[in-house]
């Protein structure tokens, strides 16, 4: 399979633990974006990659947030300190950026259910 | 104001019937405009896009923009059960802004 694969698929913890995501995106691409849905809506725009460098953080990426792409290949995601409102599921898309026009491909996304 | 505004649904339509999806944006600046489909507890998958405006069509769903209006529809002929999905409009401006989703059901 030569698509986005995100790691675990799902994740219970209990509020105050630390969670950590992986996403593997499709090979060469070069952007990778992390998004969060909740329940009913559509998916919100968390940050996004271009090789290891991270340009954007929207302000819902608090402080207790943090994302790493290291070698400009896998990211992760990791979220300390979990709260009730951290529950949704969080996708992974990737890109090969050019001019203009920017598809990304998503992953099937890890569903984070905090208690 | 959100970005990318899409009417909530849900809708419900017999097999064979036209489903029509619309959504509203908010700056004329964006040029590419796309359709998501998305099943229960999976990821998006892109359905088409469309570039500044006009319509295009893509077997059978027919994708429309109208930027004097800041108007986006996505018309699904000839519907099936299989096409039941929550729809999201996005605008592609090197990072994607979502509507909050039409969920679709098709009815045998």
């Known amino acids: 399979d030569t698509g986005v694969s995100q790691d675990p698929r799902h994740k219970i913890t209990k509020r105050g633990q630390n969670v950590t995501f992986r996403c593997d995106p499709i090979?060469?691409?070069?952007?990778l974006y992390w998004y969060r849905q909740t329940l009913g809506q559509g998916p919100e725009f968390l940050t996004y990659f271009q090789n290891e460098a991270q340009l954007e953080k929207s302000r819902l990426l608090s402080d207790r947030f943090s994302a790493e792409r290291p070698k400009g290949s896998f990211s992760t995601l990791e979220i300390q300190r979990t709260e009730q409102g951290d529950s949704a599921m969080y996708l992974c898309?990737?890109?090969?950026?050019?001019?203009?026009?920017?598809?990304?491909?998503f992953g099937p996304g890890t569903r984070l259910t905090v208690l | 104001q959100k970005e990318v505004e899409q009417d909530p649904g849900p809708l419900s339509v017999p097999e064979g019937a036209i489903v029509s999806l619309n959504c509203t944006y908010s700056?004329?600046?964006?040029?590419?405009f796309m359709w998501y489909r998305q099943y229960s507890r999976k990821g998006p998958e892109l359905l088409m896009y469309?570039?500044?405006?006009g319509n295009k069509e893509d077997g059978r769903f027919t994708a429309q923009v109208d930027k004097s209006s800041k108007y986006i529809s996505l018309f699904i002929r000839d519907s099936q059960p299989s096409d039941s999905a929550t729809y999201l409009c996005a605008i592609n401006d090197y990072k994607l802004s979502f509507g909050a989703g039409t969920t679709v059901t098709v009815r045998a």
């Open positions: 469309t570039y500044s405006s």
């Open positions: 898309a990737s890109s090969l950026y050019r001019q203009g026009y920017n598809e990304q491909f």
């Open positions: 700056n004329s600046a964006f040029q590419y």
């Open positions: 090979s060469e691409h070069n952007r």
